[in-house]
């Protein structure tokens, strides 16, 4: 089963802060998109962050950091995957459409969010929720996160032309 | 005594490779003859499965139930695509059939309950054909038993998911 932190210290209570800003934020802003297309955004955002985890995070291939008090999962990580994530992702779409409405350059929107997400990522190494190993530097999160909200855009493109079609379909 | 018959590719994880890409190519396969690939729903579908697995796996393994043993390139490429492929693939195919029998559609000895039995033996055997050929090493008491049961219920979480999805989804369109 999932393990309790050994500590209640910072990292928990950046995580729970976090946590309950990105909930606060989901409630009071427009929905811009349908539940389900919603729903994949979320879905996707936490698989995205449990894959590179498990590549770069975990023994093979590579280990570059730990997350929260353990190696393993605790109930934190459970909150981190599944629930800061995944709105940190569906943000991101939601900018997204509205970057694309003004009809504004993308990768500008790409690198905001890198940047963005790097800076949250420096807060976090500062409160222990990732620790470092292996080499691993903060600038070099801005490739990954380059990389990922590339894939990211593209998915969220994805998401929108099929939303399209399900709406048309269920209107017909 | 629990050898799966594949036990011959210990070692050679090159074919276990091939077995895994031909199985989810099969799968996909399958999944876009019966129209299922280029949908919202099968997405929220899919991605739901690799959410449940990912953390479930990750609890298991951080519970040490058993270790991945992914000393090279093709252990892990094996461990990626068997748990980011073969297992979604299968599920999202058990849905499928699991939907069609309920409601009548067709197929209408695939009762969701057959299915879902089904289901559990492939993903079963599936985690076997890892065990054997050393991608996977039961820890802690872990055996085939409970690998059963732990497939059972992940099978039946995502039809339940579904259920809920899908009726969302009708519910949704219905309204429109």
């Known amino acids: 089963m999932l393990n309790a932190p050994v500590r209640f210290d910072a990292n928990e209570w950046f995580v729970c802060i976090t946590m309950l800003v990105l909930i606060v934020l989901f409630a009071v802003t427009p929905k811009m998109f349908s539940k389900q297309a919603a729903l994949c955004l979320m879905l996707f955002h936490s698989v995205l962050g449990l894959t590179a985890d498990m590549i770069i995070g975990v023994a093979y291939p590579w280990d570059f950091y730990d997350t929260m008090d353990t190696p393993g999962y605790d109930w934190f990580d459970f909150f981190i995957y599944t629930v800061n994530y995944p709105l940190y992702g569906y943000f991101f779409g939601t900018g997204m459409k509205l970057w694309e409405r003004r009809g504004w350059p993308l990768p500008l929107l790409i690198a905001g969010a890198a940047l963005l997400s790097l800076l949250l990522e420096w807060l976090s190494v500062q409160f222990q929720v990732f620790q470092y190993k292996n080499g691993w530097h903060v600038w070099d999160s801005l490739l990954a996160y380059s990389v990922i909200f590339c894939g990211s855009a593209a998915f969220v493109k994805l998401v929108m032309r099929w939303e399209g079609h399900v709406f048309y379909r269920g209107r017909g | ?176």
């Not at chain 2, 299922?36 to 953390?55: E, K």
């Not at chain 2, 054909?129 to 690998?147: D, Q, T, V, W």
């Not at chain 2, 049961?149 to 989804?169: G, N, P």
Request: overall charge positive.
């Open chain 2, 1 to 176: 005594m629990y050898r799966f018959p594949f036990f011959m590719f210990k070692g050679r994880e090159e074919y276990m490779v091939l077995l895994e890409f031909a199985v989810v190519s099969a799968c996909v396969w399958l999944l876009y003859r019966q129209k299922l690939l280029f949908r919202l729903n099968t997405l929220v579908n899919g991605l739901f499965c690799l959410y449940l697995i990912q953390m479930v796996e990750g609890i298991i393994v951080s519970n040490q139930k058993y270790v991945v043993v992914t000393h090279n390139a093709w252990t892990f490429l094996t461990y990626l695509i068997h748990l980011m492929g073969t297992v979604p693939c299968i599920a999202l195919l058990a849905v499928y059939y699991a939907r069609r029998g309920k409601d009548g559609t067709s197929h209408p000895a695939a009762s969701s309950i057959g299915v879902w039995l089904a289901g559990t033996i492939v993903l079963t055997l599936g985690e076997f054909m890892l065990e054997s050929a050393g991608i996977i090493r039961y820890s802690r008491g872990f055996h085939p038993g409970a690998s059963w049961l732990f497939w059972a219920v992940w099978l039946a979480a995502v039809f339940v998911w579904d259920r809920l999805i899908y009726l969302k989804e009708a519910k949704d369109v219905g309204a429109c």
